[in-house]
């Protein structure tokens, strides 16, 4: 499902959670090179990564690309909800590491307000 995802224009990363919990979620980060210019073309004032993270055409353009990825996918296993990071993951952050792989572990625990709130 991650892998799906991150093959849209507007994924840069997708990390799935929900290791003992009633159902999946996903954190997101837009890929800022492809997402800038389409919110410009469809004249979206404000294009930081930071307001498109949580403007209502990005979460709708987000969404039908996790439907799409979610239709490949047994129910148990499809994504419910997710939310956007306003920022990407980085090395200097400490969520990617040097070959740019995902440290789930660090990624879990620094946003898992965010991903419990998912479950609220």
Known sequence: MENDLKQTRWVSQAVMYGDRRPYPVMLIT?????I???????GIEDTSIAALSRHPQVL????????RANARYA???QVKRFFILDHDLSQ????????????RNVV?????ES?????G
């Open 75 to 77: 129910q148990v296993e």
């Open 108 to 112: 879990n625990e620094k946003y898992a």
């Open 30 to 34: 837009l890929d800022e090179e492809e």
């Open 36 to 42: 800038v210019p389409w919110a410009q073309a469809q």
């Open 115 to 119: 991903f419990s709130a998912l479950y």
């Open 92 to 103: 200097e952050t400490g969520e990617l590491t040097p070959t740019l792989k995902v440290k």
């Open 60 to 67: 709708e353009l987000i969404q039908g690309e996790l439907d």
